[in-house]
């Protein structure tokens, strides 16, 4: 099958001495796609710098003004994780409109899975804030552009931290299902399985926390056992992968006990939720190992493209099936809950 | 209304974070509440590895003698996360904070600049007041 991904765009000018954020990633996530040889299979698009109009889908304008004037100011530090530029204004615009070409591409197609190689990440960017090395919501927009024509898109999140601006932001959307694997103590703190989305879109929002440690069976069992019945009833007519490495065992972010051949199953798992071929986007997110960034992303895309590659072993055995059990139970308890106050009128 | 109980306060060892926590013990100790002191960890405390608990209790200990104020009074609450979800989660259980205390500036922030402005985020999302501690 073919793979569609965004074109080479010149990052380098997202950079902060000494912070893991950084151009060398891209250059690994790049590599990857060599690993892959996918020769005339690999279609590339872009550059496409993501329209206002486009970026108002998930942002507040006062936001994307503010970003705007503080990078051509020359940037600085927003947060104490995340920076900016005089150059990130524009390459967020193209992060962002990354996932839009290349899902363009995918509908012209009508086949091919879409890889969307971009920095920075977005999955913790919120409405009216960056923050967690995030400046825009590059899935959101991407989802947000789908669900204006109708759309119903399904998001899986396997980065080791939770996705906080992507849940915020479709948090009463029914249209999308947005469902999370993360360790947890973690930043950001969120996450919870209680967290089940707005009164719209009770249960719309699933999260899966995972403790330090637990391996690739564990994460499998939270995605077939809590997510997959809903995936199913939802029945998306795409699927968007917020697709972060940093889960991956030799990541220096968190303490996940992820192998490529984790993330070779679970491009296979994300393929088979997908209704048919050119419904599938793969959205770069964390990964800050950048060897272990390389093998995972081929292993990923190798296994969504039905590609053959050598990857590491799938994991097993770590820590966390009782955390399974107990997000099962209070997921459930929190949605028999939050049904019963909106039927009286009272959740929000 | 509600007596004042428990007050938060954003601290990061800045300056401003300091001059916040002066604050909330002068208050603390007219209305005799409980004080929390919430501390984030984010994604680059993990990635350096480093462990700011020692230097917050130390900061704190300096903190109280100089205010007069009782250490058994005051909690230390270090959580995953940005300054601002971290204080606005301190409103809920178990911290349940009655009122959240910042200072104008956090560490490193630009004089003047909106973006990232924990204290003008936690005014628009807070749902209990929230007290923005001017340095002098
Ligand atoms: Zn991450």
Redesign the pocket.
């Known amino acids: 099958m073919m793979l569609i991904a965004n074109a080479p765009y010149d990052d380098a000018g997202h950079e902060e001495s000494g912070h893991p954020e950084r151009p060398d990633r891209m250059s690994a996530a790049r590599g990857a796609l060599d690993d892959l040889h996918l020769a005339e299979d690999l279609r590339e698009v872009g550059p496409y710098l993501a329209s206002r109009s486009e970026l108002m889908r998930v942002h507040a304008g006062t936001y994307l003004d503010e970003l705007g004037a503080f990078c051509y100011a020359g940037g600085g530090d927003i947060d104490v994780d995340t920076y900016a530029t005089y150059d990130s204004w524009l390459i967020a615009q193209n992060a962002a409109g990354a996932g839009l070409a290349v899902i363009g591409e995918l509908e012209r197609l009508q086949d091919g899975v879409g890889f969307v190689a971009t920095r920075p990440?977005g999955h913790h960017a919120l409405r009216d804030r960056g923050m967690g090395f995030c400046l825009l919501n590059n899935i959101a927009i991407a989802a947000a552009s789908l669900t204006a024509k109708g759309e119903r898109v399904l998001i899986v999140d396997w980065?080791?931290?939770h996705g906080n601006g992507t849940q915020s932001i479709f948090w009463d959307n029914p249209d999308v299902l947005y469902v999370s694997t993360h360790q947890s103590p973690l930043f950001p703190g969120s996450g919870a399985p209680y967290e089940i989305g707005g009164m719209k879109a009770l249960g719309r929002t699933i999260n899966i926390p995972l403790p330090a440690g637990a391996t690739g069976d564990v994460l499998r069992r939270g995605l077939a056992e809590i997510a997959t019945p809903v995936i199913d009833d939802f029945a998306p007519t795409w699927v968007l992968v917020s697709a972060?490495f940093?889960s991956h065992r030799d990541d220096p972010?968190a303490d996940l006990a992820l192998t490529s051949g984790d993330f070779a199953l679970l491009g296979r798992s994300v393929a088979q939720f997908a209704p048919r071929r050119g419904r599938l986007a793969f959205f770069l997110?964390?990964g800050y190992n950048l060897g272990a960034l390389r093998t995972s992303v081929a292993a990923t895309l190798a296994s969504a493209l039905d590609e053959s590659i050598e990857f590491e072993r799938p994991s097993s055995g770590g820590p966390g099936m009782t955390t399974i059990d107990s997000t099962l139970e209070e997921r459930s308890v929190a949605l028999r809950i939050a049904h019963e106050a909106a039927a009286k009128g009272d959740y929000s | 209304m509600k007596t004042l109980e428990t007050i938060a306060v954003g601290f990061d060892d800045s300056p401003d974070s300091r001059a916040a926590v002066r604050w909330a013990f002068s208050l603390a100790s007219r209305v005799e509440a409980n004080v929390v002191i919430v501390h984030a960890v984010g994604l680059m405390d993990r990635f350096e590895g480093r462990d700011d608990a020692p230097a917050i209790e130390e900061s704190l200990h300096r903190l109280c003698d100089d205010c007069d104020f009782e250490r058994e009074r005051v909690r230390v609450h270090i959580s995953n996360g940005d300054a601002c979800s971290v204080l606005l989660r301190a409103v809920d259980d178990p911290i349940a904070a009655d009122l959240l205390v910042v200072g104008s500036r956090g560490q490193g922030k630009h004089p003047g600049l909106l973006l990232g402005s924990t204290s003008l985020e936690l005014a628009e999302h807070a749902s209990v007041p929230v007290v923005i501690v001017p340095t002098l």
């Open positions: 990440p980065d080791v931290h972060g940093d972010m997110e964390g």
